[in-house]
Structures are given as structure tokens and as C-alpha cells.
T-cell receptor, first 111, second 116 residues
Framework: GQQVMQIPQYQHVQEGEDFTTYCNSS?????IQWYKQRPGGHPVFLIQ?????EVKKQKRLTFQFGEAKKNSSLHITATQTTDVGTYFC???????????FGSGTQLTVLP | GAGVSQSPSNKVTEKGKDVELRCDPI?????LYWYRQRLGQGLEFLIY????????KSGLPSDRFSAERTGESVSTLTIQRTQQEDSAVYLC??????????????FGPGTRLTVL
């Protein structure tokens, strides 16, 4: 099946610092989605990227899809305590009918 | 409107017993997914239903696991002869599969299964 690596696994930052998580695949992807899971909660959809080199922004969050469509990043500017949670990428390739989730990056924001 | 609902929210069972988990997707969503999430881990795909097509069962870890879906509504995930390693949160998600790309998945709150 589709393999996807997400790094780092854990990240601790001081409130106000920036944060980036990366999602990497060895194969070309059809699309990539990002989800956030708060502690004790369930994953919530953030965004979907489908075009090569695509960049989308949501307030302090910036999502990017690589030119080769094999990697993606999520960048948070000036983190806040409300950003705490685990961020997952989810990918599909070719005619695959289901998404493969990365292992997630657990973000801790220290006040 | 109502989101994805799952029941029960918590289930404690003894090793060797069968359990049945239920998922009610969002009305109109043709796609339904089951995932398993062990403590502190990522989401492990189990099974995918899309309309009346044959389900994608490629993620089921063993023949003790099975799932059914009635049309485009309720789904049940059954685990027979439960083992301690089955302890996890079982998440259900649904989406409206309207294009060639995947639409966002809406997750239910999950069922936390504990096998003693």
C-alpha cells in the first residue's frame, strides 16, 4: 500500500514560535489532506491540496504541496496554545480509493 | 445538522468475547470508512464502503474483523473473539464522494474498546 512518512513525530515550541510538519511520499500523489486531532478528540479536516506547487493559507496556517507532488508541509506562524494537537497528513495516489494517513506530528505549545 | 455518530462511546469486554460497533454517517454521504487508532498512534485504515460497490477490505487485520453497511446508511464493525491487542479507539468517518478526488472525511467521536 501507499507509504507516507511524517516528521517530526513530536514538537515542543514556546508560544509565539513557528512550527512546521512535513509529509513525504516515495510516489506521486493525487492529493493530500491535512487533519488536526485535539487531545481526546477526533480528527478534523483542515484542507486539501491537489495541484503541483499549490499553496493555501488559513489565517496563521500555510499549506504547501511540492512541485513533484511527493511531499507537503504545514507551517504555523506564531503558535498559540489553541494549536496544541496532532496534525496528520492523509494521501492518495493513482486510482486508490482510500486515504493513507501519516503517523502524525504531536505539537505541544508551552505558554 | 447532525454529524457522524458512533455507539457505544466506550466498550469494555473480556478477551474472547465478540463486540459490535455502530456508525451512523452523515445523511447523503456515500463513502464510509473505519479506522483503528491505538493510544498515541496514527490512524490505521480498516475498511471502506462506497455506495453499492464492493467494499475495500484491504485494511482488516484478521478474519476476526468484519464490517457491513446497509445501503448508504448505518455500518457495523464486528470483532470476534476479541484479543487484548484489539484495544483501541475505533473511528468511523463519512464523506460525499462527488468527484474523482476525495472529499473531506467527517469523523465520529469514536468507540473506545478495552479488552481485559
Amino acid at each position: 500500500g501507499q507509504q507516507v512518512m511524517q516528521i517530526p513525530q513530536y514538537q515542543h515550541v514556546q508560544e509565539g514560535e513557528d512550527f512546521t510538519t512535513y509529509c513525504n511520499s516515495s510516489t506521486t500523489l493525487s492529493n493530500i489532506q491535512w487533519y488536526k486531532q485535539r487531545p481526546g478528540g477526533h480528527p478534523v479536516f483542515l484542507i486539501q491540496l491537489v495541484k503541483s506547487g499549490e499553496v493555501k493559507k488559513q489565517k496563521r496556517l500555510t499549506f504547501q504541496f511540492g512541485e513533484a507532488k511527493k511531499n507537503s508541509s504545514l507551517h504555523i506562524t506564531a503558535t498559540q496554545t489553541t494549536d496544541v494537537g496532532t496534525y496528520f497528513c492523509a494521501v492518495s495516489a493513482g486510482s486508490a480509493r482510500q486515504l493513507t494517513f501519516g503517523s502524525g506530528t504531536q505539537l505541544t505549545v508551552l505558554p | 445538522g447532525a454529524g457522524v455518530s458512533q455507539s457505544p462511546s466506550n466498550k469494555v469486554t473480556e478477551k474472547g468475547k465478540d463486540v459490535e460497533l455502530r456508525c451512523d454517517p452523515i445523511s447523503g454521504h456515500t463513502a464510509l470508512y473505519w479506522y483503528r487508532q491505538r493510544l498515541g498512534q496514527g490512524l490505521e485504515f480498516l475498511i471502506y464502503f462506497q455506495g453499492n460497490s464492493a467494499p475495500d477490505k484491504s485494511g482488516l487485520p484478521s478474519d476476526r474483523f468484519s464490517a457491513e453497511r446497509t445501503g448508504e446508511s448505518v455500518s457495523t464493525l464486528t470483532i470476534q473473539r476479541t484479543q487484548q491487542e484489539d484495544s483501541a479507539v475505533y473511528l468511523c468517518a463519512s464523506s460525499f464522494r462527488g468527484t474523482s478526488y476525495y472529499n473531506e472525511q467527517f469523523f465520529g467521536p469514536g468507540t473506545r474498546l478495552t479488552v481485559l
